[in-house]
């Protein structure tokens, strides 16, 4: 019995000297403390924070700082602390008690100037020296305009860091630039005052309850997922965020901005991430997702402009024109509404549609992941006795709800003929208003689980902060492969004109859209009233296909998009021909950013193309291994092979890694590939060679001047660029000459003056290695967009 008591008292010591031990300091300084976020979010997250942690032996002081003057910023920051609101279940008395408490901890300063931030240093350290308090860390929170981050960072760079042992975190909110460039630019400039580790740019979805919980609940349902979560059984996911909302009295940062940088570029990609990637053993390393999350941005498929749909409320135009006093003849192209699809090209993704979705005066505010499962089962029995839990002919479908809608409140819907889900004791299971419906079911036909406590974002990711869990956050490497993915399709995008839609229930049907073939577009043709839209540049759709004549050839001209097209379209048409004939279809093609969309195209949307009796070929290859980036094997690779089914024995890259070494001339590479194509091609007569034009007059690897290839008996040479990697093999004109058609494709503004000049000048190969492009018996046409064409 004594010796019970004393092991028992030694706990209890132990416990209070462990307690003492770790009675540490943490400063919260929050920059922007009386702006409309921190009013609206950051003084209560902070509240909850302090509330949650005072008693686990953690003290604390709270900074508010902005740069208005002393006296009035206290009055400021009392308006915005009024408002602080205690849980539900705490007693008022308690409340009271609590945040007078927090109030009391609760300064406003002034931070403007180097010496004010020396000063609050000083004062930190005053008062830890005078409480006899250990630091724990200091959290600088930037709720102020991107534009204030480099002079903040600069000034607690050199006076505000904290001792030796204490750790800094500073919390970033969007925007992260505005672009890849942009993005990287800031990140550069934070990265010369901070870490990486002490950064927390927020993204407030992450906060979301719903969203935090999809890795936790991928984790904890495992057994039934495993299986489930790949492109055998989903159909397709939807990530969503509709708001009724609309961008008045923000329009200064929407202009800029719009709805894909505002939103599809973060919230809905982070959640996307959240969904796709590989689930790693524990998902509480914050490495380990960091690590998936990155491969998720590695796999995605570039984006074209037929990915994406936009519109623009209709009087978003007249906002901008009144906000930011534009003339009434401006007309904003900024999209409000933007719906996406993305695809993964990986083994668990391939095929599988990510829809992304969001907009400003919608009809109504809801947000959500759905991933819709396939349905393979046929019911025998009749319709009538189908129960939600037992029949696999219902729909089958996981929704982590993230919240508003119907249903107002973040939830994880599970169909019941899926499985039955576990959920960690802090989700209970809801039950909704009588007859509800969701996602074409009754709420009945779910499991559905509602957050116990519901918490705002920011009060989930302030705790986050405050433990240094740094998986809720977006590090350097995710923003920049973010704005990589993302940048492509707004530059394509920055001159198309949105569709425009009058707002709220008004919108009808007009922003449905449909997607097949890789492509997305508005199922209704843009009703009469809203023709012309406000851009003043023609659409492409505006223009036929033009046909004419180039250097005594046919020419075929359009914009980009209908090129590719046509092209793809000519190369079927050409594939299929010589398949009937000859049992086999020989494509030689260049490599380069041109062709890229044309291969996209031939890989999505040409379902009659006879690639099991296609032999594809290079016409010119970069002196690197056939892995490397630059490869134009590896082009190919990326963009066509893996999404066709070519025998791998009918695929030809170029031998130019032979030996362990590059192009060596002992190697024989040129010869090798020259005997490969007498020995398979009949004639050495490729059925289509498929060339470019660069805008020196470079076709294949044959540049101005070169000694090789431009004439004589060599079939394959090697040859020297003027740009790096400097080492090129390529087919020689004499060869590209036998062939039975080749097409040249010239696509925009930067070869407007090479088009120009080649249309005049004679046969001069040495000059204008294009110019001895002349099929002996065979047929060359011109593939010209308008960018290139029309100069
Ligand atoms: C912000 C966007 O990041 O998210 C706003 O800038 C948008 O345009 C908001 O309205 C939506 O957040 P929530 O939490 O209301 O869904």
Sequence with gaps: MWKMLIVVM????LGCLQAQELQEHVSIILLGATGDLAKKYLWQGLFQLYLDEVGRGHSFSFHGAALTAPKQGQELMAKALESLSCPKDMAPSHCAEEKDQFLQLSRYRQLKTAEDYQ????????????????????IFYFSVPPFAYADIARNINSSCRPGPGAWLRVVLEKPFGHDHFSAQQLATELGSFFQEEEMYRVDHYLGKQAVAQILPFRDQNRKALDSLWNRHHVERVEIIMKETVDAEGRTSFYEEYGVIRDVLQNHLTEVLTLVAMELPLNVSSAEAVLRHKLQVFQALRGLQ????????????SEQVRRELQKPDSFHSLTPTFAAVLVHIDNLRWEGVPFILMSGKALDERVGYARILFKNQACCVQSEKHWAAAQSQCLPRQLIFHIGHGDLGSPAVLVSRNLFRPSLPSSWKEMEGPPGLRLFGSPLSDYYAYSPVQERDAHSVLLSHIFHGRKDSFITTENLLASWGFWTPLLESLAH??????????????????????GRLFFSQQQPEQLVPGPGP?????????????????PLVSAWSEELISKLANDIEATAVRAVRRFGQFHLALSGGSSPVALFQQLATAHYGFPWAHTHLWLVDERCVPLSDPESNFQGLQAHLLQHVRVPYYNIHPMPVHLQQRLCAEEDQGAQIYAREISALVANSSFDLVLLGMGADGHTASLFPQSPTGLDGEQLVVLTTS??????????SLPLINRAKKVAVLVMGRMKREITALVSRVGYEPKKWPISGVLPHSGQLVWYMDYDAFLA
């Design 10 to 13: 030694c706990v209890a010591l």
């Design 119 to 138: 000063a609050l240093n000083k004062d930190i350290e005053a008062q830890l020296q005078h409480a006899g308090l250990r630091e724990a860390g200091r």
């Design 305 to 316: 402009r037929g990915s994406a749909v936009v519109g623009q409320y209709q009087s978003y």
């Design 496 to 517: 198309k004109a949105p569709r425009l839609y009058p707002g709220g229930a008004e919108n009808g049907r007009l922003l449905d859209f449909e997607f097949s073939s």
């Design 537 to 553: 540049a023609p659409m492409p759709s505006d223009f036929q296909v033009l046909r004419a004549k180039y250097r005594e050839s």
């Design 722 to 731: 003027p740009s790096q990697p400097h080492r090129r093999m390529s087919l």
